[in-house]
Each structure stands twice: as C-alpha cells, then as structure tokens.
C-alpha cells in the first residue's frame, strides 16, 4: 500500500539517470530517458505540493543530450550542460532558454553559485560559465 506522503516522480516508460535539489529544496529537477523518444524533456518537480511544476525541452538543434544540470543559488536559473560542449541556461520562472554557450569542452560540474565548472579528462580544469574562458588547470594526470 502507497504511503500519501511518498512522492513518486518514476513512470513505466522512463529510466530516471539524474536528479539534483534545489538550493531551498523545494524542487527536483529530473533527467531521464524514455523508451519511446532519444531525449526525455528535464522535469521540474514542486517537492511540497508533489505536482510536476514544468517540462524543459531542449530543441534536436543542440543534440540535446544533458551531461550536467544545476540550479543558480538564488534559483532564477537552471543550468544544463550537453554532451556537445554546450551549455543551456533556462529561466527557473518561465522555462524558457535565457542563453547558450558553446564550449570547446564538455561541463561535467557546476560550482554553487554557477559561474565556473569543471571538466574532467586527462587534467581537470576550472572554467567560466558564462564565457568559457578557462580559469586554470588544477590537476594533470599522470
């Protein structure tokens, strides 16, 4: 028997690969997979009222594979970075897209206030959200 105070975001089509808390944990935003499209659109979810607040979609044009997502610490902004060195930044009150970046590498992490991320191969490295400038190099493998 289902608990009334659980909160189930899973359906029978999706596969579930990420989700992320909002800074004032009232929201989850989730990434799936679906097994009747190639990208399932990000959902954002109110954990209070337990409602589906909006559906963010990514247009084919990207080759709209999410990689990273975070909220923005005054939670105006989502943050999406794509498996194509893009980044995606949606509005958190409207849903629509506010800004792409094109990067010339792939975002694997945001920092808290999401300025700078960080990407990850044979070095890891800091760099600039909004213009993709590289801030420095902080590790290199061996």
Avoid at 69 to 98: H, R, V
Wanted: net charge negative.
């Amino acid at each position: 028997m289902n608990n009334p105070d659980d909160f189930y975001i899973f359906s029978d089509d999706e596969n579930i690969l990420q989700i992320i808390v909002s800074r004032n944990s009232k929201y989850i935003l989730s990434r799936s997979d679906s097994k009747n499209s190639y990208v399932s659109p990000l959902k954002l979810w109110d954990i209070l009222n337990k409602k589906l607040v909006r559906e963010l979609h990514i247009d084919k044009k990207y080759d709209p594979l999410p990689h990273s997502m975070s909220f923005t610490p005054d939670g105006n902004k989502i943050i999406i970075g794509l498996w194509n060195y893009l980044i995606i930044i949606f509005d958190f009150q409207s849903g629509n897209i506010q800004e792409t970046v094109k990067l010339n590498v792939r975002p694997h992490i945001f920092s808290p206030d999401g300025k700078m991320f960080l990407s990850i191969g044979e070095k890891l490295d800091l760099w600039e959200t909004m213009t993709g400038n590289h801030v420095r190099t902080l590790w290199v493998a061996d």
